[in-house]
């Protein structure tokens, strides 16, 4: 079973705060992808990597960064935190295929508070 | 940008009803991908569907997709109060998966007892 594992399920933090998410995926997946989710607006990808240390910015990037040191873990930070950052935030990764088809494994997500 | 239209936003049904949740596009997509996400949880992928016309089954749910790939729909029949959840459509563009999926907002499905 691929397997998706995000550090924490639950975090509060205050404005101004450096925050890190990790992920960690353990199927060896090329492509590994951050989304927050959100009420009324639905996922929306803020970084996906396609490889070590490759990164490739989504449709909201805007005060977030990721890294991707090693193949099975992609990070996404929080420079500093603000509080319309508060969100569910998803990581997803997915085997590099030839084309069409491609399953996205989703992990369980952190939500975030930014107080 | 691809957009996805999800509709209904919210469906509250009685167990043992039919119900069709639809996702509509005016882009094309290689493929699309129907999610099912519980509380508290990531999404978990339900079915894909890549040719244009075609129809998949798992169990009670029927997945159709648009003869022009740009539009699918979910059926449920005979619904169940353990089908509740959020039913969310993901379309991929010509650029494939590895640049990520286009999500419509998803469907709000509470199946009452």
């Known amino acids: 079973d691929v397997k998706v594992t995000q550090s924490s399920r639950y975090l509060v933090k205050r404005t101004g705060e450096k925050v890190f998410l990790e992920c960690v995926q353990d199927m060896d997946h090329e492509n590994m992808f951050w989304y927050r989710q959100d009420p009324g607006l639905g996922l929306r990808l803020i970084y996906f990597s396609y490889d070590v240390k490759m990164k490739e910015k989504g449709d909201i990037p805007e005060g977030y960064s990721v890294s991707r040191e090693k193949k099975e873990r992609f990070s996404l930070i929080l420079e500093s935190a603000s509080t319309n950052q508060t969100s569910m935030y998803l990581c997803a990764s997915t085997a590099q295929g030839t084309g069409a088809q491609e399953t996205q494994y989703f992990g369980p997500g952190t939500r975030l508070l930014v107080l | 940008t691809q957009l996805l239209e999800q509709s209904p936003q919210f469906l509250s049904i009685q167990e043992g009803e039919n119900l069709t949740v639809y996702c509509n596009s005016s882009?094309?997509?290689?493929?699309l991908q129907w999610y099912r996400q519980e509380p508290g949880e990531g999404p978990v992928l339900l079915v894909t569907v890549v040719t244009g016309g075609e129809v998949k089954k798992l169990k009670r749910l029927t997945f159709q997709f648009g003869d022009a790939r740009k539009d699918s729909s979910l059926h449920i029949t005979a619904a169940q109060p353990g089908d509740t959840g959020l039913y969310l459509c993901?379309?991929?563009?010509?650029?494939?998966?590895?640049?990520?999926?286009?999500f419509g907002k998803g469907t709000h499905l509470i199946i009452q007892p």
């Open positions: 882009s094309v997509f290689s493929s």
């Open positions: 993901a379309g991929e563009g010509a650029g494939g998966g590895a640049d990520g999926l286009t």
